[in-house]
């Protein structure tokens, strides 16, 4: 592919932040669910408020920027590995932290977090993790996800060669693709709701997710980061549409009654279904392009910090439940607010799972999996 792309691995860096963040913001009031909540989601705060609109712009575009990543990166290591290697390479380093988190690392957080003052772990592993009553994938099944597409991508290597020659993107064109990726969306959650899935995987927001990993593999082939500052209008453009886009979703809420407990956006024939199905893609797609925009024009140099972060960054992804969860239990009864226990859980919290990260990266062959 020729220079290394360093912007992109400080870019995961950035996006696995995010990812602690999202999930903070959800123990301290945001709508969602995790593993443990330390206030009363049923109450509408304006911490709650204001977190929630954090974690929907999060949702909007972060999981779809990895997503778009995986898929850039997938076809070069098929290229270099071939199909075989490729997919062992992919059952190793997916399906190993997969399997540990399942079975070890997820039942212990929310044996911890939920049932430690209940049961014992032996009973929790008997009654819920054993029988298949309560399977932990939590953040994991983005891995899960992945080693599907995998799977997919290698058959259809293999069935087709799988040759795409698309042209860049336009302003245009990304209009029309977020019109339809918004009525996909709209249509499915009509019989797979937000917050509702098989095995973690939230279908609902799935159409997104494959345009944007089939979107990084036509990248990849068809070259199209090589030039991307030179596409400064379509970016400034659509960061545009993404800052007005952002405000209209609370407005549509309000509007139609959210202040009041009327809140129905997770699927179903009704006005904020359709309008969050519609907003997301509009949001994610100036984000995205933005965030792909100034890292490339700011930070694509190396740097042993930034490496080393970035060479940490799946470790935290795999670890930082327990970590966000340990500090939410911490701080569980001290009488600060709750904006305050997100930013001190959050970024404390950050730091640490970036830290112990790049300590398990040191493990001799740890490097191999994670």
Known sequence: MGK???????????????VILHHTAIAYGAGGSWIYVDVDQSE????????????AINQSFFMGLF???SGYFTPGSYDRKGARVFLMDRLIRLGIPLLFYVFILGPIISYVAQSRDSMTLLNYYKTEVL???????GPLWFVEALLLFAVIYVLIRLLTGWKLDVKAPTIRNLIVTAILLGISAFLLRLVSP????VLGLQF????????LFISGVVAYRQKWLDTFLEKKELVKTWWWISLTAIPILPLGFILTGALEGNLSFEGGVNFQSFLYAMWEPFVAFGMILWLLYQFEKS???????GGALADAAYTVFII???????????????????LLKFMLVGFIGAAICFFCGYLITKIPFAKRVV
């Open 4 to 18: 290394r792309l360093y912007y992109l691995d400080y870019l995961r860096v950035l996006l696995t932040v995010l």
């Open 44 to 55: 509408l705060t304006f911490t709650g408020i204001l977190l929630t609109l954090f974690t």
């Open 67 to 69: 997503f778009f990543l």
């Open 131 to 137: 029988t298949f009553h309560t399977i932990h994938i």
């Open 194 to 197: 937000v917050g509702e899935g």
């Open 204 to 211: 609902g927001y799935f159409p997104s997710y494959i345009f």
């Open 299 to 305: 930070v694509n140099q190396p740097h042993p910090f």
């Open 320 to 338: 930082h439940p327990a970590i966000v969860v340990g500090l939410t239990l911490l701080l569980h009864g001290v009488l600060i607010p709750p």
